[in-house]
């Protein structure tokens, strides 16, 4: 079986001009087709998420009208502006709706579901996504809209602002991508204001970033993040509120958002793997996002230099149009491959900027990070592996006694928390690169260890060294869980891998039952079980959270290397293809030195020099 979601390189995508014109072109006969006489351009089939979708139809046609000129498209893009402005403005309070500051305060707001007092919840950011259509339809209007066309829209998206700013709580879902969408919204609209209106809304949106947003950043992996739906990161949402901040800093010009951006498209690039997989996040655990991230992905990887780009989208790179609910990385559609308008402001911006892409990787060594070649570790906050890349083979960690991570594992307990400074020393010598992670860790009964894991790459093979302080009884090495391999245009599920071990190697599977242990072998993925173990529904749940609850799973287990000097266990692990695999260690009075069919590595006393960071020689 396939992963769902996670397809191609958003890179891959042709981003020409006449790339993009193609794009416009089938949205202008699919829309020219489908408008009805009252002039809605909505999908047949849509049902929420619904507040905003013709009116962002109405915002690609005008775009394709001022790169084209067809002269089929004025009357449509009139029409379907005056039918949202007729049929989808509501200014009734919303029965149910929980948010409101202020109750019959007769202000607009777009719905998520038609119905009355239906999904209320979602109107704030239905109001957010109709207030970016209208603005961006407001850019677009010269020559297509009258006045009294122009001046309506304009004072429905300056409605739109007080209704979320004013009437109902600022963000309510808590996510970061809708509150930046907002700022957006604001920042835009005070370019169609007269001159004073303008300047107050355009500081009100940059002082809610401030006092509402930035303010309340989450840190992870030594990052200050815009939270996400009650986390700090969330890989289908967070590169949206990346292509927000590309966007915020296009129109402003401020430099805050900038400043921002790059910090997010760093952590990005540094929690990414090589091929661009990447799962957790406390909203959808393995789906990404596709045309919805390419503005930030590309105007921040351009800004940062990384090749950010690798991010698996939602798409296929050979695609233009979705054929069987595959969306297109271009624009929204629903299952029949039909366009739908939703988030259609993303394809209008994408189109507008010219930022290239860089598809070049940084050559910045990067603390969370090791990635050359093929090959990529992502290190979490504590400097565990959070992914491990080798060969195209993608391995999580794995799940021992409800602990998760990459570490030793003795009478039961893993040893991968640490309980005091991880030190971390990157080094590059002779075409590999490693990073020496020195980390302290108390046993089950409080008994101090010093844990030095060694990661060396050639950029096809990884090989792992982890050497501690000898432990009693028979310690092994969890040494993570064979999850997904590269597959054509998707990742396909797996359940064993290439991969070696100086001492012996098992792959053990749980033998209880239930959706707590996650078999490697079972047809079901790490989302799908994640939700399962999650506290609140699907879409509503926190999968990270749920698969937190894991109790075991599937995992490599290898035992001690054969020839460890007599006061250390030392684990040694290869990942990826090869014959031979040899091992050797000798304590010397510099440090263990680590001899494979690779390399040699001196890897110093766990007390470090001088100022107590980590030693480290490497040759090939």
């Not at 409101?100 to 979602?122: D, K, M, Q, W």
């Not at 990447?278 to 919805?292: C, V």
Request: proline letters at 7%; a negative charge; charged letters at 25%.
């Amino acid at each position: 079986m396939h992963l769902t979601h996670q397809r191609g390189p958003l890179h891959d995508l042709p981003d020409t001009p006449e790339a993009y014109d193609a794009v416009l072109a089938d949205v202008v006969e699919q829309t020219l087709a489908r408008i009805t006489p009252e002039g809605n351009l909505e999908h047949p089939d849509c049902g929420d998420d619904i507040g905003d979708t013709s009116l962002g139809i109405t915002s690609l046609l005008a775009l394709a009208w001022q790169r084209t000129k067809n002269p089929r498209l004025p009357e449509a893009v009139r029409r379907s502006t005056d039918f949202h402005l007729r049929e989808r403005v509501y200014t009734d309070d919303n029965p149910g709706y929980p948010n409101l500051r202020l109750r019959n305060s007769g202000l607009p707001y777009a719905r998520y579901t038609l119905a009355p007092g239906a999904h209320p919840i979602g109107d704030w950011p239905s109001t957010v996504w109709a207030l970016l259509q209208a603005v961006n339809l407001l850019d677009l209007a010269e020559g297509l809209l009258d006045d009294e066309q122009t001046d309506a829209l304009r004072e429905m998206s300056r409605g739109y602002w007080r209704w979320l700013t004013e009437a109902t709580f600022f963000n309510p879902q808590e996510a970061g991508n809708q509150a930046i969408g907002c700022v957006v919204g604001g920042l835009m609209l005070a370019r169609h204001l007269p001159p004073e209106d303008g300047e107050r809304v355009r500081k009100q949106a940059i002082a809610l970033y401030v006092d509402e947003i930035r303010a309340h950043r989450v840190r992870d992996r030594g990052a200050l993040l815009p939270p996400e739906h009650g986390g700090a990161y969330d890989n289908n949402y967070g590169p949206i509120s990346l292509s927000f901040l590309a966007q915020a800093h296009r129109v402003s010009g401020e430099r805050i958002f900038a400043e921002d951006g790059e910090v997010l498209a760093r952590y990005i690039d540094a929690r990414l793997t090589v091929g661009g997989f990447d799962n957790g996040g406390p909203r959808y655990s393995e789906q990404h996002s596709g045309f919805e991230s390419v503005l930030g992905l590309r105007y921040f990887g351009h800004r940062i230099g990384a090749d950010l780009g690798r991010y698996r989208g939602d798409t296929l790179p050979h695609c233009l149009k979705g054929v069987g609910g595959t969306p297109t990385g271009r624009h929204a559609v629903k299952p029949d491959g039909g366009v739908d308008g939703h988030f259609a402001w993303m394809l209008v911006w994408q189109i507008q900027d010219t930022t290239p892409w860089h598809r070049t990787p940084s050559t910045e060594p990067v603390r969370h990070q090791l990635r050359a070649g093929g090959v990529s570790v992502a290190f979490d906050t504590r400097m565990t592996p959070s992914l491990i890349e080798a060969d195209g083979t993608y391995f999580l960690p794995a799940a021992v006694n409800r602990q998760h991570g990459f570490g030793p594992v003795v009478d039961g307990f893993l040893l991968c928390r640490p309980m005091g400074e991880t030190r971390v020393r990157d080094v590059r010598a002779d075409g590999l690169a490693a990073k020496l992670v020195t980390k302290p860790v108390v046993t089950r009964d409080h008994v101090l260890r010093h844990v030095q894991s060694l990661y060396v790459t050639d950029g096809t093979r990884l090989w792992t060294t982890v050497a501690v302080e000898r432990l009693p009884g028979e310690p092994y090495l969890l040494a993570g869980l064979p999850y997904v391999a590269d597959d054509g245009d998707g990742l396909r599920r797996i359940s064993e891998a290439a991969v070696a071990s100086a001492g012996g190697l098992r792959l053990t599977h749980p033998t209880a039952e239930g959706v707590e242990f996650f078999d490697a072998r079972a047809e079901i993925t790490q989302e799908q079980a994640a939700f399962a173990l999650a506290a609140d529904p699907r879409g509503y749940g926190n999968p990270d959270e749920g698969w937190a609850h894991l109790v075991a799973s599937s995992a490599l287990e290898a035992e001690p290397a054969p020839g460890s000097p007599d006061d250390l266990n030392v684990f040694a692990v290869r990942y990826g293809p090869g014959d031979s695999f040899t091992a050797t260690f000798e304590r010397t009075p510099e440090g263990l030195a680590v001899r494979t069919e690779a390399f040699t590595a001196l890897i110093g006393d766990p007390a470090g020099d001088e100022r107590g960071e980590p030693l480290l020689t490497l040759q090939g």
